[in-house]
């Protein structure tokens, strides 16, 4: 993965925070799009392949690219931050306090 260069006025911490973001963003999409080839989200989002590349491999892109991929995986662009980690925490709470509600609801 490609590290972010740092820009003057940015402290050492906020380009390695960045980093980790742009790196969770790649892991999403790589893992949203499968089995889809890198060509055809590519086609479908309306950028380069070479555009695609970048951001799987974590060099970063605008957050309008962002909102490209996330529609043409049809996801809300939020997704692409979370990590899978999160996502399957917040589904595990999710669920755990849907069948407490449905329990209460049964008496």
């Given amino acids: 993965m490609a590290k972010m260069k740092r820009r003057s006025g940015t402290s050492p911490h906020t380009n390695d925070r960045l980093n980790t973001v742009f790196r969770d963003i790649s892991r999403n999409i790589v893992r949203l799009?499968?089995?889809?080839?890198q060509a055809t989200l590519a086609q479908k989002a309306g950028?380069?392949?070479s555009t695609l590349?970048?951001?799987e491999t974590g060099e970063g892109c605008s957050l309008e690219v962002l909102v490209w991929l996330a529609d043409a995986l049809g996801?809300?662009?939020a997704?692409?931050?979370?990590?899978?980690?999160?996502a399957r925490a917040l589904?595990?709470?999710t669920?755990?306090?849907?069948?407490r509600l449905?329990?209460?609801?049964?008496k």
């Fill in 79 to 86: 997704d692409l931050f979370i990590t899978h980690e999160q």
């Fill in 53 to 55: 590349y970048k951001v």
């Fill in 95 to 99: 669920l755990k306090l849907l069948e």
């Fill in 91 to 93: 589904n595990y709470m």
């Fill in 47 to 49: 950028v380069s392949r």
């Fill in 33 to 37: 799009r499968a089995p889809m080839s």
């Fill in 102 to 106: 449905s329990g209460q609801l049964k």
């Fill in 75 to 77: 996801v809300d662009p």
